[in-house]
């Protein structure tokens, strides 16, 4: 079995992830760890929780922080809908996180077993960046870690320059990326161009026909209209899913290791991961950037772990 723990700001995308990561018969999901990002921390905890509840799991959801370490908070309500879930309707609230910080799990559960965990992050950097100041020997006792975030090649989402968890806080994220943890790093360009899902996707994903399958379609309404208004483009596109499939089969994706060098501040290019391409800086690779999947890969992996 492996072990994963899932730091995330659960919203339309993420939600997805984690069924497919509490479904996939061959992980054991230690924790879920809530940050603030896609919408508040209070509603990505409640969206967390309901996604749990779907799959009939007994994960505990710590929540961690509701804002970045050193920022405000900027949410995507404008993406994802109100309640991060499309705002469909369903009811998210009234569910209880389990005790504990999410700061403190990350630390007390990967240290107790160094080497053994894999750390998947589908949202902004700010617990495990908190999480890196106080044990600083949690870079080196973690497995491996999969994030969701920055973009191996412009243009970002959220800025021209920066993807948006990187972006919301870039502070937790130089952090993450200048601690020696051993990263993958999915970013914003193989997810648009490897994980969208149109009219034809969506389709193969409903016949599947199971709650998990539904509730995948139904929840992404909020992204589908902005996608739609942003870009012209007719679907939505599944970053967090691609991140969660890397993890759970590296086999599918290319990567090359380059040194990361993520803009922190507050100027045009906050939020930017500099990615070396040519190892112009002289520094070594932090990072195994993932520069395609097959898009049939990580469809047959998601359409799978929703069955
Ligand atoms: O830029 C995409 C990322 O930002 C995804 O993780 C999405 O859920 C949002 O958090
Ligand atoms: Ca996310």
Not at 51 to 59: A, D, K, M, P
Not at 92 to 100: Q, T
């Amino acid at each position: 079995m492996r072990r994963f723990l899932i730091d995330t700001d659960t919203a339309s995308d993420d939600a997805v992830a984690l069924i497919m990561a509490l479904r996939a018969p061959e992980v054991n999901v230690e924790a879920l760890t809530i940050t603030a990002g896609n919408v508040p921390l209070d509603r990505c905890v409640q969206n967390a929780l309901y996604t749990v509840e779907l799959c009939g799991s007994s994960v505990p959801v710590h929540a961690g922080l509701a804002q970045p370490m050193f920022r405000e908070l900027t949410t995507a309500e404008m993406v994802h809908g109100n309640d991060g879930l499309g705002d469909i309707g369903l009811d998210l609230g009234g569910r209880s996180a389990a005790e504990g910080h999410a700061v403190d799990v990350l630390v007390e559960t990967i240290c107790a077993a160094p080497g053994e965990i894999d750390l998947v992050t589908l949202g902004p950097l700010s617990n495990v960046g908190t999480a890196l100041l106080r044990a600083p020997e949690l870079a080196g006792a973690v497995k491996h870690c999969y994030v969701m975030g920055g973009t191996g090649r412009l243009p970002g989402n959220i800025t021209p320059a920066a993807e948006f968890n990187i972006f919301v806080d870039p502070e937790a994220a130089r952090i993450v990326f200048e601690s020696g943890m051993p990263i993958t790093m999915v970013g914003w360009d193989v997810s648009w161009s490897c994980a969208f899902v149109g009219p034809e996707g969506e389709a193969r994903l409903r016949a599947i026909g199971t709650p998990y399958s539904e509730f995948t379609c139904d929840i992404q309404r909020a992204l589908v209209e902005f996608v739609g208004r942003m870009t012209g483009a007719v679907g939505f596109d599944l970053p967090d899913p691609l991140a969660m499939a890397v993890a759970l089969d590296p086999t599918i994706a290319e990567t090359q290791d380059f040194y990361v060098e993520v803009v922190p501040g507050d100027g045009p290019a906050r939020g930017q991961t500099i990615v070396d391409h040519n190892a112009i800086s002289g520094k070594p690779a932090n990072a195994a950037v993932v520069t395609h999947v097959p898009p049939e890969a990580f469809m047959s992996l998601l359409c799978e772990t929703l069955r």
